[in-house]
């Protein structure tokens, strides 16, 4: 596509339920990576792609949060037995290929509030 | 932390005027890149300077780095009030596989 989808835009879910959110990249961005933004502050790395293996998965907050990517396509990250401080912007971002010259290209989020 | 510093986190100025805002951080780099985000949606790239670069102009925003100094700034000149938004440095350490370290950004307003 032309530029990166994620999906949902908005999810309320109860706390201790699963979410699953959806990424899609720029076509032959071979490199993808999530973060999670909570009101108000900075961005906290969460995860990164290259192809549909993982060499940085060290952002990841705990064994609850789990992410794959199928290929150079489609990434999604779950979260098990969601708790309220998971409520947060999840924003995913593609490139090119890694340590790229030409920036990340953004999602628009994932807004997840967890009641 | 590793993760940059913006300053100021607010700043607020009337149409016309200049803004300037600045990034710290505190390792080697890269590159240095700023990014704009609007009402806590996605972030749009600005611009990207690197290592061996002292400064590089795109349209009304000029950035400047100082490796010395490990600091960078971005200004916008004659300001507009579509360029309120909050304003993200990010540096790539270039030994972490493409992760970008983000700041906690500034706020720009742009009064009418």
């Known amino acids: 596509g032309a530029g990166v989808s994620q999906s949902p835009s908005n999810k309320v879910t109860e706390k201790g339920k699963d979410v699953e959110l959806r990424c899609d990249p720029i076509?032959?961005?071979?490199?993808l990576y999530w973060y999670r933004q909570r009101l108000g502050q900075g961005l906290e790395f969460l995860i990164y792609?290259?192809?549909?293996?993982?060499?940085?998965k060290s952002g990841l907050p705990s064994d609850r949060f789990s992410a794959e990517r199928t290929g150079e396509s489609v990434s999604t990250l779950t979260i098990q037995r969601t708790q309220q401080e998971d409520s947060a912007v999840y924003l995913c971002?593609?490139?090119?290929?890694?340590?790229?010259?030409?920036?990340?290209?953004f999602g628009s989020g994932t807004r997840l509030t967890v009641v | 932390s590793q993760q940059g510093e913006e300053d100021p986190q607010a700043l607020s100025i009337q149409e016309g005027e200049n803004a300037t805002m600045n990034c710290s951080y505190k390792?080697?780099?890269?590159?240095l890149q700023w990014y704009r985000q609007n009402s806590g949606r996605g972030l749009v790239h600005l611009i990207l300077?690197?290592?061996?670069?002292r400064e590089k102009h795109s349209g009304r925003l000029r950035v400047t780095l100082d490796t010395s100094k490990k600091s960078s700034s971005l200004l916008i000149t004659a300001s507009r009030a579509a360029d309120t938004a909050s304003y993200f440095c990010a540096y790539d350490r270039g030994s972490t596989l493409g992760r970008l370290y983000f700041g906690r950004g500034t706020q720009l307003t742009v009064w009418p």
């Open positions: 390792t080697s780099i890269n590159n």
């Open positions: 792609f290259q192809g549909n293996s993982a060499p940085d």
């Open positions: 300077i690197r290592s061996n670069e």
């Open positions: 076509s032959g961005h071979t490199a």
């Open positions: 971002a593609s490139s090119p290929r890694p340590l790229s010259d030409y920036g990340y290209t």
